[in-house]
């Protein structure tokens, strides 16, 4: 199996993008194509690197390269957008990449121990389903504090603001709209 730099690399900034700490990178759609572009070549070079192996220790190599190009692919996108959906689709590329180099692995095996191993994949990809979506319900539910307290922010800045006159009422209004996000 051939490892690039470029993928060790790609494969620790998905991973970290797992845990919510990416955010959206300006960035033109010629770099984001760009990157596609080198993405989908790395893909090519660790796919012809499994050329030199046999049987299914190709497959499996096969398989981790797919992998590699989907998650990079996909962590590609949230870098570039930073949406939840693109965030989702990143975790869902990472729990799959593994389930299907997992469940490629149990081809090396038969009978009852093939069949756990095919088991057991499968149940690593549910658990990761499952964290993937109790995360993303977590993440919301955090938002919508986040939108509510600052709402509360405001109405209270608001008020302040209702002790003053002219001038300094119209400042202190202005900035609590901007500080608090608060349409005019």
């Known amino acids: 199996m051939m490892r690039t730099p470029l993928a060790h690399a790609l494969l620790?900034?998905?991973?970290a993008a797992a845990g919510g700490a990416a955010q959206a990178t300006n960035y033109s759609k010629s770099?984001?194509?760009?990157?596609?572009?080198?993405?989908?070549?790395?893909?090519?070079?660790?796919?012809?690197?499994?050329?030199?192996?046999?049987?299914n220790a190709k497959d499996?190599?096969?398989?981790?390269?797919?992998?590699?190009?989907k998650i990079a692919l996909a962590w590609l996108d949230y870098n570039y957008s930073g949406s939840t959906s693109?965030?989702?689709k990143l975790n869902e590329a990472i729990y799959e990449a593994r389930?299907?180099?997992a469940k490629e692995r149990c081809d090396d095996l038969a009978g009852q121990p093939k069949d756990v191993c095919q088991r057991e994949a499968t149940t690593a990809r549910d658990k990761?389903?499952?964290d993937a979506k109790a995360n993303q319900k977590i993440m919301e539910a955090q938002d919508d504090a986040a939108v509510a307290k600052m709402k509360a922010d405001y109405k209270l800045a608001a008020e302040r603001c209702d002790t003053l006159a002219g001038e300094r009422k119209d400042v202190c209004v202005a900035?609590?709209?901007a500080r608090y996000h608060e349409k005019w």
């Open 31 to 55: 770099v984001l194509n760009g990157a596609r572009d080198d993405i989908k070549a790395t893909y090519k070079i660790e796919k012809d690197g499994c050329n030199k192996l046999a049987g």
């Open 60 to 69: 499996v190599c096969v398989e981790e390269a797919k992998g590699h190009e």
């Open 99 to 101: 389930y299907e180099v």
């Open 86 to 88: 693109d965030q989702a």
């Open 128 to 130: 990761a389903k499952a």
């Open 175 to 177: 900035s609590a709209k």
């Open 12 to 15: 620790a900034l998905a991973l």
